[in-house]
């Protein structure tokens, strides 16, 4: 059986750094901690994959260190989000024929979806979870392909739309799976409670901040 890994792109929790467009319904110290919960659920979910996990981040790396004790740590590397993927990528592929990425906005997304995502790889391709904003929440690949990480305008409703013109343009087969929610704003936040209410980043906002949402 092929190798294969998932890496998780990470922040170090600070406020006024982290989850800026859930202000001012939260404060950024409320924010932090939401976006500390939902990174603690991320690790703690995709530990049951079937798969290797790599943490990389930006930050304080002793934070990182004290955290999570048991990973792999790698310093994000890059000027662009775009260069820092590509890069990331191009780091796990010198040990793991298959690699992924996700972030740490989707704490409850299926392991079973990314296991689903990983065997759609055909032998030199593509594969992403779609997001609703118009991006996606994982992207896979088997053979590093840094084309579809170049011009691409990140942190809008074009993302998907442009990785798939990239790949085209390059002639790289992409395959879609599933589908996925980030957890970047009020809406989302909504649509996670009603989604997973079991979930852990679930429990911590009804516990934390019931009073300003419709649970």
């Known amino acids: ?56 981040y930006t930050g304080d790396v002793q934070w990182f260190r004290t955290t999570f004790p048991d990973l792999r740590l790698i310093p994000q590397q890059g000027s662009d989000l775009g260069e820092r993927m590509a890069t990331a990528l191009q780091q796990l592929h010198a040990d793991y024929p ?17 296991e689903k995502a990983f065997n759609s790889l055909d032998s ?11 991006g996606y929440v994982m992207i896979a690949e088997r ?27 390059h002639r790289i087969s992409l395959q879609e799976v599933g589908g996925w929610e980030d957890l970047d704003d009020v809406d989302s936040l909504q649509n996670l409670l009603q989604r997973s209410p079991s979930s852990r980043t679930a429990a911590f906002v009804r516990e934390n901040f019931r009073d300003r949402l419709s649970v």
């Open 1 to 56: 059986m092929e190798k294969k890994v998932v890496g998780v792109f990470a922040k170090q929790p600070l406020p006024g750094r982290v989850k800026t467009r859930m202000c001012p319904l939260l404060s950024p110290s409320e924010a932090a901690l939401l976006y500390e919960t939902s990174l603690l659920e991320t690790i703690f979910t995709m530990r049951d994959g079937d798969f290797d996990l790599v943490l990389f």
């Open 98 to 114: 298959k690699a992924a990425l996700i972030g740490s906005d989707s704490p409850d997304l299926p392991t079973a979806m990314v």
């Open 124 to 134: 030199d391709g593509l594969v992403v979870i779609p997001a609703r904003d118009g």
């Open 143 to 169: 053979g590093h392909h840094p084309q579809v990480f170049r011009t691409v305008p990140w942190s809008t409703a074009e993302v998907l739309t442009s990785t798939r013109r990239l790949a085209a343009e």
